[in-house]
């Protein structure tokens, strides 16, 4: 079996002890013979920042670059909020979408049976529901430039981003997100602010061209605002939703706190495949953040994190059965009753990190 | 009493239905001599441009800019999807909006008591829900220049949209947000993206230096996607919620889509009061839209409408005693069981635009 390399950034906060459990079970599907992962580890966002006083290094750049895959786990809190804004800790997070080609954010928004009534809206709108939020990562009012704060005297400044869409960057997103809609329900809603912005009005222009190319695929447009009212009003009318980066930023975040699973969902950044070897740079990272006020106490929910390795598997390495494997055993400590502290219910066994982790390892 | 002049301008679809009910209650107040409101009416949106082939008319433009209040439906329709871009209905709103300095967007997003069961959120959650969102609503990225698509050849077009703000207009807007929260429950979250746009990062900025001019008030800062998450989590954690024009245009339609009473909420867009007079001139407008679905089936909620005109007592006329009625009509019948179609449930009347206009007009 080839040697895949996968590079793990666990970041900041409960990052660290999320990967920990993803670890574990690198080892044990190295052990069984499943996988040849050889394993490297980095520094990202604040960690990085007080090692060497950037975000990321560039030594840990060329390592990403060159892995099959990057597992990134989540960066930030309160004790860098004053660094200088280009070391941020999101600085990292930015700098790997972009220099490695990560276009195609994929974010699943699953209800999982057992958790509906943790959601904030009434169990029959939720349960059952599998949206997916394929957001474009490495373009937009993200990147655009002019970026900048100008002085004009008197007190005054003048604050710039640059919300910038070429026609290439909306054809292969929009064409990522159709591919997929045809492994699911087949329908799509693109959602852009056409009716003010004349990025948006040139983002419908191309998803209508690349539609044509996907006549089986239901298409419709929807506003953004209105799509994120849809989002609550009756979220099961979705099934992918394709986005920019700006909108899929806040749609995503409305349709995975939906599932009341935030704890629980992952999300896989890709590139475009490379022309001679058909692979793709991809990068899988929990949706959830680097939550500092439950850092270290050991009762981080690692399902996401484990969730988005089981990603890696099936999107990076075709490895379809062990990804399925991964899915299930977390199925099935859920329905065994087993909870974080996030989702903790009465009648239902709360555990921590690493007991969450082990009893996953146990089912696989 | 000296004559106040409101220009009123129903628009399109459900508008021009949902506006003879504050007509009515119009000329109800002059009748009783409560009020002395001289009206003239004009056209804006797919209406007017029908009628000149502009969404908005020079002189219907000109008579807003003299009138003392502006009353607006809503525009908009699938007629006019193909109409070109600066004549679109949206544009009459946009021009309106800008020429008349309404940079301060009040979106009150309250529950009715009767109504909490027609959210999609559990009861619980929104039940006494009361949250204003201040959007600043003349800056941002819907005004920014450059705005344009480009022809870059070889089939590539290039569209850009610029976030762009100022000290001055981030200034203002919090200082408007800031008086309202000391009206309410003293606590303001600032939402913008300073994590990844420099525009948010003078944002944030700015409003944390007018923060210090209102120590009385508790304020938080918060990223615009978490402020959407929250919304959904826990919306009764907010109170004042001030951000820019294009994230407060999302967030106070996530925001009213929880009270599940989108058809019963009002807005009021506000200028600057003039040097001189005091004055400011000011816009109200239901947050619902134009539902070209249902227009001309007289089944339209007049309720948002009729509380946007109640909004134009208190803030442009402060006639707040009329608008305290007019405001406590609507709870009233709301009490008593009518509902429109949009908020119909069982064991509860439901009548149309007519029948609810002239309800609350019984009851003043
Ligand atoms: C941390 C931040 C820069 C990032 C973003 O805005 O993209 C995050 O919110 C996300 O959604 O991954
Ligand atoms: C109609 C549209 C231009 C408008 C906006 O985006 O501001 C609307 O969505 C609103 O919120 O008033």
Redesign the pocket.
């Known amino acids: 079996m080839a040697t895949h390399s996968l590079f793990l950034l666990p970041g900041d906060g409960i990052g660290t002890e999320i990967m920990v459990e993803v670890e574990k079970i690198i080892a044990w599907s190295n052990a069984e013979g499943l996988t040849d992962f050889a394993i490297d580890t980095g520094l990202a966002g604040g960690c990085a920042y007080d090692a060497h006083g950037e975000a990321i290094s560039e030594d840990d750049m060329a390592k990403a670059l060159k892995a099959d895959a990057v597992i990134f786990g989540a960066v930030g809190g309160p004790k860098w909020d004053n660094v200088p804004y280009d070391k941020r800790p999101e600085a990292a997070l930015l700098r790997l979408r972009k220099d490695l080609g990560l276009f195609a954010n994929l974010r699943p928004a699953i209800c999982y049976p057992a958790l509906a009534d943790a959601s904030a809206l009434k169990r029959e709108l939720v349960e059952g529901l599998d949206i997916l939020i394929v957001r474009e990562l490495t373009g937009g009012v993200y990147f655009g430039e002019p970026k900048e704060i100008t002085d004009l005297g008197n007190g005054q400044k003048r604050g710039v981003d640059t919300q910038v869409y070429e026609t290439y960057e909306i054809d292969r997103i929009a064409r990522v997100a159709f591919d997929l809609a045809r492994t699911r329900g087949n329908k799509i809603h693109s959602a852009d602010?056409k009716?003010?912005m004349k990025s948006g009005v040139l983002w419908d222009e191309v998803v209508r061209t690349v539609a044509k190319d996907y006549s089986d695929v239901a298409f419709n447009h929807i506003?953004a605002?209105?799509c994120a009212m849809q989002l609550v009003r009756n979220p099961k009318q979705f099934d992918v939703i394709v986005t920019d980066n700006l909108f899929g930023d806040i749609l995503s975040d409305v349709a995975a706190m939906l599932t009341g699973s935030l704890g629980m969902l992952p999300s896989a950044a890709l590139g475009a495949p490379d022309a001679v070897t058909g692979k793709r740079k991809a990068m899988y990272e929990p949706v959830h953040g680097s939550a500092p006020d439950i850092a270290g106490k050991g009762i981080a929910n690692p399902i996401a994190m484990i969730a988005s390795h089981a990603m890696a598997l099936r999107y990076s390495f075709g490895m379809i059965e062990l990804a399925d494997k991964v899915e299930g055993a977390i199925a099935s400590v859920l329905a065994d009753g087993l909870r974080c502290a996030d989702i903790a219910q009465d009648n239902r066994k709360t555990v921590g990190t690493e007991e969450m982790g082990a009893a996953i390892l146990a089912k696989l």
């Open positions: 602010k009716n003010v506003l605002d209105n």
